[in-house]
């Protein structure tokens, strides 16, 4: 069982299944949304998070282009989770939310090609797409 938390321990969750898989976004929304160059973010299986308080909290964005919206909490702001547009059962859990070891091990790095130009990506030898991983 991983469990997380935002910032002001408003929301918490739990996740019941071990993460899919897991990777690092650069994408300029991730940029944005954190404030930082990148995102580590693990698919969950879905229907395995469990919000255990601060439901009421949780606010999401929709950017309105098909993209998943981003939630986060309305207290004090935290990136928590996207969500699928469709199956909202489906979310990429920020990795920074997680208690502990999540498990799992970010695996790619995607959207490279937005990378922010005053961070290098590093030299870590995970593959690397310049736009979505998924594309
Ligand atoms: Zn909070
Ligand atoms: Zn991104």
Redesign the pocket.
């Known amino acids: 069982m991983v469990t997380g938390r935002c910032l002001c321990g408003g929301v918490r969750y739990e996740i019941s299944e071990p993460f899919e898989a897991a990777g690092y976004?650069?994408?300029?929304?991730?940029?944005r949304r954190t404030g930082s160059a990148?995102?580590a973010?693990g698919r969950i299986v879905p229907g395995s998070l469990r919000v255990v308080a601060g439901e009421e909290l949780i606010r999401c964005w929709d950017p309105g282009d098909g993209g998943w919206p981003k939630c986060f909490c309305s207290t004090c702001g935290s990136a928590l989770w996207s969500r699928h547009p469709e199956e909202p059962d489906r979310l990429s859990v920020r990795l920074g939310t997680v208690d502990g070891d999540p498990g799992v091990r970010p695996a790619w790095h995607?959207?490279v090609a937005y990378a922010a130009v005053w961070e290098p990506i590093p030299d870590d030898g995970l593959p690397r797409f310049p736009e979505s991983r998924s594309a």
Do not use: D, E, I
């Not at 976004?25 to 940029?31: A, D, L, M, N, S």
């Open positions: 976004c650069h994408c300029t929304r991730c940029q990148a995102s973010s995607q959207f």
